[in-house]
């Protein structure tokens, strides 16, 4: 079965930190962008992060710099984002997508992307 699997969200207090995983199954993400959206109710779903399929460069909106890293490894076909020092704002649900090897060129339009995760909540809250 092709997909994408989020997983590793929960609940952090302010300040915390939390890893997500986006792991592919039934295709290689070796040749796919990807990059990492995240919703709140009655929102559009935003992209803030983005990764190269071959060099690795990475993309960040200013929402998120300094805070969060988005990484790969193909050998085991898998995208991370590490989200340190997180806001009650960070909270939404969030889900990774594999797009083609331009899509982190911008612009992110949504309907680019081919594989999507299921999504995982993150909740920040003391």
């Not at 039934?26 to 990492?36: E, K, P, R, T, V």
Request: proline share 5%; net charge negative; hydrophobic share 30%.
């Amino acid at each position: 079965q092709v997909q994408l699997i989020d997983s590793g969200g929960g609940l952090v207090q302010p300040g915390g930190s939390l890893r997500l995983s986006c792991q592919a199954s039934g295709f290689s993400l070796d040749y796919y962008a990807i990059g990492w959206f995240r919703q709140v109710p009655g929102k559009e779903r935003e992209g803030f992060s983005c990764i190269r399929h071959d060099d690795g460069t990475t993309y960040y909106t200013d929402s998120v710099k300094g805070r969060f890293t988005i990484s790969r490894d193909n050998a085991e076909n898998t995208a991370y984002l590490q989200m340190n020092n997180l806001k009650p704002e960070d909270t939404a649900v969030y889900y990774c997508a594999a797009g083609p090897p331009d899509f982190c060129s911008g612009p992110w339009e949504l309907w680019r992307l081919r594989y999507w995760g299921q999504g995982t909540q993150v909740t920040v809250s003391s």
